[in-house]
């Protein structure tokens, strides 16, 4: 089959292995086939090709989640061979090879209900949806319980996960009447339009790591009541610092490459009671989460999908070059034809 291949890392974008005979998985019980249609790159496969991921057995094919079409359900009665499907995580990419391939195997609790897809969706905007929109679901609802009233800060706003988090707290899955103060951060303003465009009330500059002074400006003076941590390390403290008192961060993402930050103080960082929590998108329960809901929401308008740029399966390590140069607002998706 056609697959593209991580042979070791650290590894540069062009020395990602595009091949045509890369041996197919077969299909196994407890597992999902799927004939892979699209795949959506995450900084989490530009971490492993960096070297950044430890404990993966290479060569690896890479690509924590995949669209696509059921070709064996592995003995479950929940799928039937053609069934529209999204998998992502459960160790996709990492323990075992994952979607940047014609093929993938992928357990049964890591491949979602069958989805209806709307005609107007083709497989490059279904594939900008499962783990950005999933994530961003996940952090909204079970990491910081966003609520109408809140005030959202967003640190790295045009990330795909963060354009997604600003687009679902806007929308009528959240607060179906008053919806949460936006507040997003970005270093390139070139950007603003695709931030605006998905309901960014405010938008702000984040180009020295430090925001929270124009953050409490912006909210009068008590700061913002959630905070999606995207950036990482770099801004962490500030983005506490951009919090009510009683104020709730979540670390979700690392765009910066830093996953600690040096010399901090809880203590100090905190004060007074402020809470600091993470989210990943491996503690995802893809049966429970609303993502026929998200699918239609994107086809009808509701959501704007957050694809920046398409490429060809054979383009995938142009993909990570563009992706890593932070060229992207928004998903970056590769296509199998």
Not at 70 to 87: C, L, N, R, T
Not at 112 to 125: F, N, R, V
Not at 252 to 264: A, I, P, R
Not at 324 to 337: I, L, M, Q, Y
Request: overall charge negative; charged content about 20%.
């Amino acid at each position: 089959m056609r697959a593209v291949v991580c042979p070791r890392a650290p590894i540069s974008p062009s020395e990602l292995v595009y091949t045509t005979t890369h041996p197919a998985p077969s299909p196994k019980a407890g597992h999902v086939l799927i004939r892979v249609k699209a795949y959506g790159l995450n900084r989490s496969e530009l971490f492993t090709r960096q070297g950044h991921s430890p404990g993966i057995t290479f060569p690896r094919v890479l690509g924590i989640e995949c669209v696509g079409l059921v070709q064996d359900a592995g003995g479950s009665s929940m799928w039937k061979e053609g069934d529209v499907v999204a998998a992502c995580v459960g160790g996709m990419g990492r323990q075992f090879d994952g979607g940047y391939a014609e093929y993938t195997l992928v357990p049964h609790s890591s491949v979602s209900a069958p989805i209806k897809l709307p005609e107007t969706l083709g497989w490059a905007e279904f594939a900008a949806i499962p783990e950005t929109f999933l994530t961003a679901w996940g952090t909204l609802s079970e990491s910081l319980h966003l609520k109408a009233q809140d005030t959202l800060l967003i640190r790295g706003g045009t990330t795909s996960v963060g354009l997604a988090c600003a687009a679902l707290a806007k929308s009528t899955l959240f607060a179906p009447d008053i919806k949460p103060t936006v507040i997003s951060t970005t270093r390139n303003q070139g950007k603003a339009s695709a931030m605006k465009a998905v309901g960014v009330d405010v938008i702000l500059d984040d180009s020295n790591n430090s925001v929270s002074e124009a953050v409490k400006k912006a909210t009068a003076g008590r700061g913002a009541t959630k905070c999606v941590e995207l950036v990482g390390g770099t801004t962490l403290s500030d983005s506490c610092a951009s919090l009510a008192d009683d104020g709730i961060v979540s670390f979700v993402g690392c765009v910066s490459g830093q996953w600690t930050v040096k010399d901090f103080d809880p203590m100090q960082t905190l004060v007074p009671w402020k809470h600091l929590t993470m989210y990943s998108s491996h503690y995802l329960d893809i049966s429970k989460a609303p993502l026929q809901w998200m699918v239609d929401a994107v086809a009808f308008g509701e959501l704007k999908p957050s694809l920046d740029k398409v490429f060809k399966m054979e383009e995938t390590g142009e993909a990570h070059t563009y992706m890593e140069a932070n060229a992207a607002a928004g998903k970056v998706v590769c296509v199998v034809d």
